[in-house]
């Protein structure tokens, strides 16, 4: 079965960084779209980033451009995020998405 294991997340200052992981299984990884989202307290569910399935396409929400890069590597099966230039409204679970499939999460908190 498709399984999405996302990993670090943390407590940052403001301006700091974080790199999420997402390890995914149970199918053709090369394959796929794959995406990142986040969702605040009180708040919906928000697309953050998307690399295609080639890797050479992505696409970033507005508020994130130039401070966030997605990025995968198929042979590990990983879809990665790196998050420089951190502000307190990016504080969020970060979720890993194929389709209909969602990780567990992971939190990111961003406060001085």
């Given at each position: 079965?498709?399984?999405?294991?996302?990993?670090?997340?943390?407590?940052?200052?403001?301006?700091?960084?974080?790199?999420?992981?997402?390890?995914?299984?149970?199918?053709?990884?090369?394959?796929?779209?794959?995406?990142?989202?986040?969702?605040?307290p009180g708040k919906e569910r928000e697309l953050v980033a998307r690399i295609f399935?080639?890797?050479?396409?992505?696409?970033?929400?507005?508020?994130?451009?130039?401070?966030?890069?997605?990025?995968?590597?198929?042979?590990?099966?990983?879809?990665?995020?790196?998050?420089?230039?951190?502000?307190?409204?990016?504080?969020?679970?970060?979720?890993?998405?194929?389709?209909?499939?969602?990780?567990?999460?992971?939190?990111?908190?961003?406060?001085?």
């Open positions: 079965q498709v399984q999405l294991v996302e990993s670090g997340g943390g407590l940052v200052q403001p301006g700091g960084s974080l790199r999420l992981s997402c390890v995914a299984s149970g199918f053709t990884f090369a394959g796929y779209t794959m995406s990142w989202y986040r969702q605040a399935s080639a890797g050479s396409n992505t696409y970033y929400t507005d508020s994130v451009r130039g401070r966030f890069t997605i990025s995968r590597d198929n042979a590990r099966k990983t879809v990665y995020l790196q998050m420089n230039s951190l502000k307190p409204e990016d504080t969020a679970v970060y979720l890993c998405n194929i389709a209909s499939y969602w990780g567990q999460g992971t939190q990111v908190t961003v406060s001085s």
